[in-house]
């Protein structure tokens, strides 16, 4: 999946789509395309072991998580 910012272009709007993409899908100028639009809210995600060790530094030291956040 590709995230771009909705663009105006005179009285128009545009997303770009990445060279890089263009390329590893064959695709050409000209070509028909079909596209999906829907908004997107894009978070940071974290890896399972990242995640993991988050889990367990909450549990251990959620009082004083708190209380830090909380100054």
């Known amino acids: ?11 128009s ?6 060279k890089d ?14 596209v999906t639009v829907q908004p ?3 978070r940071p995600t974290l890896r399972p072991e990242v995640q993991a060790a988050w889990e367990a530094s909450w549990r251990r030291n ?5 209380y830090l956040a909380g100054r």
């Open 1 to 11: 999946m590709i995230y771009q910012k909705l663009r105006k272009v005179g009285n």
């Open 21 to 34: 993409e263009v390329k590893r899908r064959g695709l050409a100028e000209g070509q028909l395309l079909a």
């Open 40 to 42: 997107a809210e894009v």
């Open 62 to 66: 959620e009082a004083g998580y708190r």
């Open 13 to 18: 709007y545009v997303v770009t789509i990445p």
